[in-house]
């Protein structure tokens, strides 16, 4: 029977490099699928694009490129696969990714690749002209007026297949769920239909479990002296081997750090996932809840049970907008006193911005080793004294001009006491929020593009 060997080369914009170029050399790989968006990432990249139309793909897109596009091939070279690429690194500028990797393919000198762009996700257009939509936080599209900046819907498998259909070796996309990215070359390949739920259901799982890359692998998944993972710091990212029906063996390169066992998928498998019975995605809805993994051998787990619907009828979309300025400033506390000095100087600030008249809508004050994860009353229960802390003090603004005296004002604790504080550092960033609403499938339409090198 034929299968399919599809690896992960991130799980997220900021992910390492090394494993993926691992999988690419060694994995012996079909398909090779970076992750890298994320709802405030593509936000952000929206944002950067308005200030250069040129910009709004994934910052790496070029060294991962740089470093992958040589193993690109058709069996050539003694590999008995074609490598292929998958990737949302488009961002917001799939077209543009696609030119900078033409570029780069023209730079190593290889010639004859195709690469392909998958437009349509960008709906702001569509979402302005109906202006009295609400999003799923109550705001109305109308009532953000010039705040709102990106509006992109999460779209499915049929752009890439059209796009490997068209002979890509390198497909970018923006906006697109997930798994759909490692479903649609199991579609491609396999020739499933697009209303084989069960299928799509079980390429959909799949996909689930690669997506985040090394937190199968036990990234994510360590914890010392509970779940200890070996040799972390060369920890290898998964590939999946599936066969025609949909079932896989999820595994790594050999000799790659890291773990792949049971426990590592299932945690994998429950990640975001509110109904395991009912996970929705523009291609299926996935059924979880009767997934089996069996051990096959070292790192190597067998995957099967899942089961799929039919998809739903809308499209999700994530909508950016600008939501004001946080103001931050930080300030440490050690030796003896430590703790007493980071209360007090945390009691000076606010004090302080309440008789300066800084205007915040909302604002944390906290002490870094005591109670900023856990809060006042388990920081309380604190046993002994620690010999260091540091004092957090951010505010939400609607102003930027407010939110700089955040910092300036923890700044003033040098010389303004209590003693001994050091490392003081201050900043000021823009609030991008991201909210939901539904689209009908019909709004959108998706396009290729082609880049020849």
Same mark, same amino acid.
């Given at each position: %029977?034929?299968?399919? =060997?599809?690896?992960?080369?991130?799980?997220?914009?900021?992910?390492?490099?090394?494993?993926?170029?691992?999988?690419?050399?060694?994995?012996?790989?079909? @398909?090779?699928?970076?992750?890298?968006?994320?709802?405030?990432?593509?936000?952000?990249?929206?944002?950067?694009?308005?200030?250069?139309?040129?910009?709004?793909?994934?910052?790496?897109?070029?060294?991962? %490129?740089?470093?992958?596009?040589?193993?690109?091939?058709?069996?050539?070279?003694?590999?008995?696969?074609?490598? =292929?690429?998958? /990737?949302?690194?488009?961002?917001?500028?799939?077209?543009?990714?696609?030119?900078?990797?033409?570029?780069?393919?023209?730079?190593?000198?290889?010639?004859?690749?195709?690469?392909?762009?998958?437009?349509?996700?960008?709906? &702001?257009?569509?979402?302005?002209?109906?202006?009295?939509?609400?999003?799923?936080?109550?705001?109305?599209?109308?009532?953000?007026?010039?705040?709102?900046?990106?509006?992109?819907? @999460?779209?499915?498998?049929?752009?890439?297949?059209?796009?490997?259909?068209?002979?890509?070796?390198?497909?970018?996309?923006?906006?697109?769920?997930?798994?759909?990215?490692?479903?649609?070359?199991? %579609?491609?390949?396999?020739?499933?239909?697009?209303?084989?739920?069960?299928?799509?259901?079980?390429?959909?799982?799949?996909?689930?479990?690669?997506?985040?890359?090394?937190?199968?692998?036990?990234? @994510?998944?360590?914890?010392?002296?509970?779940?200890?993972?070996?040799?972390?710091?060369?920890?290898?990212?998964?590939?999946?081997?599936?066969?025609?029906?949909?079932?896989?063996?999820?595994?790594?390169?050999?000799?790659?750090?890291?773990?792949?066992?049971?426990? /590592?998928?299932?945690?994998?498998?429950?990640?975001?996932?509110?109904?395991?019975?009912?996970?929705?995605?523009?291609?299926?809805?996935?059924?979880?809840?009767?997934?089996?993994?069996?051990?096959?051998?070292?790192?190597?787990?067998?995957?099967?049970?899942?089961?799929?619907?039919?998809?739903?009828?809308?499209?999700?979309?994530?909508?950016?907008?600008?939501?004001?300025?946080?103001?931050?400033?930080? %300030?440490?506390?050690?030796?003896?006193?430590?703790?007493? *000095?980071?209360?007090?100087?945390?009691?000076?600030?606010?004090?302080?911005?309440? &008789?300066?008249?800084?205007? @915040?809508?909302?604002?944390?004050?906290?002490?870094?080793?005591?109670?900023?994860?856990?809060?006042?009353?388990?920081?309380?229960?604190?046993?002994?004294?620690?010999?260091?802390?540091?004092?957090?003090?951010?505010?939400?603004?609607?102003? *930027?001009?407010?939110?700089?005296?955040?910092?300036?004002?923890?700044? /003033?604790?040098?010389?303004?006491?209590?003693?001994?504080?050091?490392?003081?550092?201050?900043?000021?960033?823009?609030?991008?929020?991201?909210?939901?609403?539904?689209?009908?499938?019909?709004?959108?339409?998706?396009?290729?593009? &082609?880049?020849?090198?």
């Amino acid at each position: %029977m034929k299968s399919l =060997r599809i690896g992960s080369g991130a799980g997220y914009s900021g992910d390492r490099i090394e494993p993926a170029i691992e999988l690419a050399e060694h994995g012996e790989l079909d @398909y090779l699928v970076f992750e890298c968006l994320a709802e405030r990432t593509i936000a952000l990249a929206q944002q950067a694009r308005l200030l250069d139309p040129q910009a709004g793909f994934d910052p790496l897109l070029s060294e991962r %490129m740089r470093l992958v596009l040589p193993f690109i091939g058709r069996g050539t070279d003694g590999r008995r696969r074609r490598l =292929r690429v998958i /990737t949302n690194m488009g961002a917001a500028n799939p077209l543009g990714a696609a030119r900078e990797v033409r570029r780069i393919a023209g730079q190593l000198g290889l010639s004859g690749l195709k690469v392909i762009a998958v437009t349509g996700d960008d709906v &702001l257009a569509t979402l302005l002209g109906d202006p009295t939509q609400t999003l799923d936080n109550g705001i109305t599209l109308a009532s953000l007026g010039e705040r709102l900046i990106s509006a992109n819907a @999460y779209l499915g498998v049929d752009g890439i297949i059209e796009a490997l259909q068209a002979d890509a070796d390198v497909v970018i996309t923006g906006r697109v769920a997930d798994p759909s990215l490692f479903l649609a070359p199991q %579609m491609f390949e396999f020739g499933w239909a697009a209303d084989d739920w069960p299928r799509l259901g079980r390429g959909t799982l799949v996909g689930h479990l690669l997506e985040c890359a090394g937190q199968i692998s036990g990234g @994510y998944f360590a914890d010392p002296g509970f779940k200890d993972v070996p040799d972390l710091a060369r920890l290898g990212f998964p590939l999946a081997e599936v066969d025609a029906t949909g079932h896989a063996v999820i595994s790594k390169v050999p000799g790659s750090g890291g773990r792949i066992d049971t426990a /590592t998928c299932t945690e994998q498998m429950i990640y975001e996932v509110h109904d395991p019975a009912a996970y929705l995605t523009p291609d299926v809805s996935a059924d979880f809840s009767e997934v089996s993994f069996t051990l096959q051998g070292p790192n190597q787990v067998q995957v099967q049970g899942a089961d799929g619907r039919e998809r739903p009828s809308s499209l999700k979309v994530s909508v950016g907008y600008l939501d004001g300025w946080i103001g931050e400033g930080q %300030m440490s506390y050690g030796g003896p006193g430590a703790l007493a *000095r980071g209360r007090l100087a945390r009691e000076v600030v606010l004090e302080r911005l309440k &008789l300066t008249g800084v205007a @915040y809508e909302e604002i944390h004050a906290e002490l870094i080793g005591v109670d900023a994860l856990h809060g006042p009353e388990l920081g309380a229960r604190l046993d002994g004294e620690p010999w260091e802390v540091r004092l957090r003090v951010a505010a939400r603004c609607t102003d *930027r001009a407010e939110a700089v005296r955040i910092g300036n004002e923890v700044e /003033t604790l040098y010389t303004n006491g209590p003693y001994g504080g050091g490392g003081a550092s201050k900043s000021v960033r823009q609030v991008v929020a991201v909210a939901s609403l539904l689209l009908p499938r019909d709004a959108v339409s998706v396009q290729i593009h &082609l880049e020849d090198v």
